[in-house]
């Protein structure tokens, strides 16, 4: 069901939203959002749901509270920040499905918008049983006409304001939601070639099930970040005090030999950005893979050549997709790599997508230019879980009527 599927005029709408912005305290002791990208994302449906005179009420969650009210995750800083971009007022209630959020969405005329507290302040909404999750959706089933589903970043829960709620009322996915879905269904399915897939971040066992389900659907699968260490240590080079999983190496030389067997590219880096401790000042050099690093040294990014020779191979795909920076980029020494895979993406003629999470969090940052890039995800675990095929439970209760 898409947004048109749905008649909303007069109605009032419970719109999942994901709000799951990064904050930090500022010296006055508010909490100051820090990207707000994933509240822009939401803005089209938003204003789309507004525009044809529907109530919209926002369901989003903030942190992992665990269950309880705490200060310093109320999504009061999101309802300002949504209410500048909207140039419009955001009713605020002050509880998940109380008497606050029943007052404020009683007072709503067609066109407004309110936003409810923190969902994860309440216990029921991630219990793991669905009775608990169901008596929340009930609650607020009973205070609303139907259900859009537009927060991509939480598609693979099964939480009480995702699944259940989905599944008693009628309902659709959000623009954002059915843009997701399109996106990561044409990776699947019929992507233009070359498709390259870019994987970095930290541990190597976080992306096996995606490196498992793509490694026969991609012509070239580029490994950068701390994951490549076990990649490197599975091939016998020497990695030093670099991150490395002992307990996956069987599974990655595996997954090297199903590389060969099958004409699949497995490019790793021939160079590394190493330092002798974590830290933005320490003592750095640019190491040749073969050479090994040094006991007592860490890799914490790839190296110039590497860098150059992976934005080549990006530039020369027609689907690329990247999931995981190349190294820790939040220190500048050891964001050249990270950077270089970014801009490649802008050049690329054909479809470019960031996995979202930290890799989407990098451009922002490093003020790469959206805009250029096919697709930005809003869900780093959601893309994950869609690129290693799984049924994401989610878009599951979307597809019943």
């Avoid at 048109?4 to 009032?12: C, M, Y």
């Avoid at 659907?217 to 002992?246: H, K, N, Y």
């Avoid at 939040?330 to 960031?354: I, N, Y």
Wanted: glycine share 10%; with cysteine.
């Amino acid at each position: 069901m898409s947004l048109n599927d749905l008649a909303v005029s007069g109605r009032t709408v419970l719109l999942r939203a994901d709000f799951n912005v990064p904050l930090e305290e500022d010296p006055g002791g508010f909490m100051v959002i820090t990207d707000d990208g994933r509240i822009r994302a939401a803005l089209p449906t938003i204003q789309t749901l507004a525009s044809q005179g529907a109530k919209v009420v926002i369901l989003a969650h903030l942190g992992r509270p665990k269950g309880e009210a705490v200060e310093s995750l109320s999504l009061r800083p999101i309802a300002a920040r949504l209410s500048e971009l909207l140039d419009a007022p955001v009713v605020m209630a002050d509880d998940v499905a109380g008497d606050s959020a029943r007052s404020v969405i009683t007072g709503l005329q067609p066109g407004d918008v309110a936003l409810l507290e923190n969902v994860r302040f309440d216990p029921r909404e991630t219990s793991k049983d669905v009775h608990e999750r169901t008596a929340l959706a009930s609650a607020w089933a009973s205070l609303g006409d139907c259900f859009v589903s537009d927060g991509f970043g939480v598609v693979h829960r099964e939480q009480a304001s995702v699944t259940e709620l989905a599944a008693l009322l009628p309902h659709s996915a959000g623009l954002l939601v059915a843009r997701e879905a399109e996106v990561f269904n044409a990776l699947l399915t019929d992507p233009a070639r070359p498709y390259t897939v870019v994987l970095g971040g930290s541990k190597v066992s976080d992306k096996l099930g995606v490196i498992e389900n793509l490694l026969t659907r991609v012509d070239r699968l580029i490994i950068g970040g701390g994951m490549c260490f076990t990649f490197l240590l599975a091939q016998g080079f020497e990695v030093g005090s670099s991150l490395v999983e002992t307990d996956q190496l069987d599974r990655v030389a595996g997954f090297i030999a199903t590389a060969q067997e099958t004409g699949v590219d497995l490019v790793l880096p021939t160079d590394l950005v190493i330092a002798d401790a974590f830290s933005a000042d320490a003592q750095v050099e640019v190491v040749p893979v073969a050479a090994g690093v040094p006991e007592g040294w860490m890799g914490l990014d790839i190296g110039p050549d590497s860098a150059a020779r992976f934005a080549q191979l990006v530039e020369e795909s027609q689907t690329v997709v990247w999931n995981g920076p190349m190294g820790v980029f939040e220190m500048e020494p050891f964001a050249g790599g990270t950077r270089a895979v970014g801009e490649a993406l802008t050049r690329v003629t054909g479809m470019s997508v960031v996995g979202g999470g930290d890799s989407a969090a990098a451009i922002r940052l490093m003020g790469i230019d959206e805009s250029m890039i096919s697709h930005v995800s809003t869900g780093g675990g959601a893309s994950l879980e869609f690129l290693e095929g799984r049924t994401l439970p989610g878009l599951a209760v979307l597809s019943t009527s």
